[in-house]
């Protein structure tokens, strides 16, 4: 059974910081060929977007890149003695503002990549975050 908890998440001032921590219980110890961890956010009226992805097995680390923005201010890293995948967020701005998920892959699933959300399985409830101007 894969558990997935996010939390880190609050309100900040525009050019503040945050640190997500992603909770994967059952997961970072589960024997898998494919085991990734992402992390994807949602704003209000928009679609979800993949931010950054890590390979559990092998510490790989993606990002986004379509927004440039995102990539050099968010960095993805796991502590596997925790159990725990963070998102550390910096320089944030009001556009940042987004309910923030955590999610995990399964071999034989659909995949379309790390940063595809159909190649994930299991999701948390996420976090808020709001930055505000």
């Known amino acids: 059974q894969v558990n997935i908890v996010e939390s880190g998440g609050g309100s900040v001032e525009a050019g503040g910081s945050l640190r997500l921590a992603c909770e994967a219980s059952?997961?970072?110890?589960?024997?898998?060929?494919?085991?990734?961890i992402g992390w994807f956010r949602q704003a209000p009226g928009k679609q979800r977007e993949a931010l950054a992805a890590i390979n559990a097995n092998t510490g790989q680390t993606y990002y986004q890149t379509y927004r440039t923005s995102v990539r050099g201010r968010f960095t993805i890293s796991q502590d596997t003695a925790k159990n725990l995948v963070y998102l550390q967020m910096d320089s944030l701005q009001p556009d940042d503002t987004a309910l923030y998920y955590c999610a995990a892959t399964s071999y034989g699933t659909v995949w379309s990549g790390p940063l595809a959300h159909e190649s994930y399985k299991f999701w948390g409830k996420g976090t808020q975050v709001t930055v505000g101007s």
């Open positions: 059952g997961y970072i110890g589960k024997m898998d060929q494919r085991k990734y």
